[in-house]
């Protein structure tokens, strides 16, 4: 059985457990707590030397790590995985403009008002993070105005993971109100059959 190393609050984890939702596959979970160093332990660092989550663990005891690389492992071979050559480069595209242009900004700004103190230094941050945040958010608008999801008709490994961060961007500080386009597609992905919020913990 595949299990997943995770905490319940990263959007990173929450990609993969919606991926599996969405796919029906059974799984093993663990939820590290990531701020008190369980993701920086000898036996965690032995499954992935990088000391994050999301970690898979694979049937034959392989260990993969890095969030979008699980994604596209997963759908290998099913529906979320764009047809034709075009279709799938453009879904990488998609994910790692999230890598590079949207969760450092995103989900950095979300972490600093949700996990460090008023008084952190960390907080100086906020005002850059959260400008490039939305502008991320500002490509994704003008991308998505004519199109239901980010490649072709239909839901894909892209969608996913954009949706991890985009859809709790209010706790980063983001307001939203200004993207419609956005909006409606975060409406479409949510209402998709085998659809889980961030917070359903598997198997609870």
């Avoid at 990609?15 to 707590?33: N, V």
């Avoid at 332990?41 to 993969?64: H, M, Q, S, V, Y």
């Avoid at 595209?93 to 230094?121: C, D, G, K």
């Amino acid at each position: 059985m595949l299990h997943l190393y995770d905490n319940l609050d990263s959007g990173n984890g929450y990609k993969i457990r919606l991926l599996l939702a969405h796919l029906g596959l059974p799984y093993a979970w663990s939820d590290l707590d990531i701020f008190h160093g369980a993701s920086r332990t000898p036996e965690f660092l032995a499954k992935n030397p990088n000391g994050r989550i999301p970690t898979l663990e694979l049937e034959d005891g392989t260990f993969l790590a890095e969030s979008n690389a699980i994604l596209w492992y997963l759908a290998e071979g099913t529906p979320f995985l764009p047809d034709g050559r075009l279709g799938r480069a453009q879904a990488l595209q998609w994910m790692f403009f999230e890598q590079y242009s949207h969760e450092p900004y995103v989900a950095t700004s979300r972490f600093i008002l949700r996990h460090l103190p008023a008084n952190s230094p960390r907080r100086a941050e906020l005002p850059d993070r959260q400008e490039r945040g939305l502008q991320a958010i500002a490509v994704m608008e003008k991308h998505l105005a004519w199109r239901p999801y980010f490649v072709g008709e239909r839901l894909s490994v892209a969608d996913l993971a954009l949706y991890a961060y985009t859809h709790v961007a209010d706790q980063a500080g983001l307001d939203l109100t200004p993207f419609p386009a956005v909006r409606g597609w975060m409406t479409r992905v949510a209402s998709q059959p085998g659809h889980v919020p961030i917070t359903a913990v598997p198997g609870g």
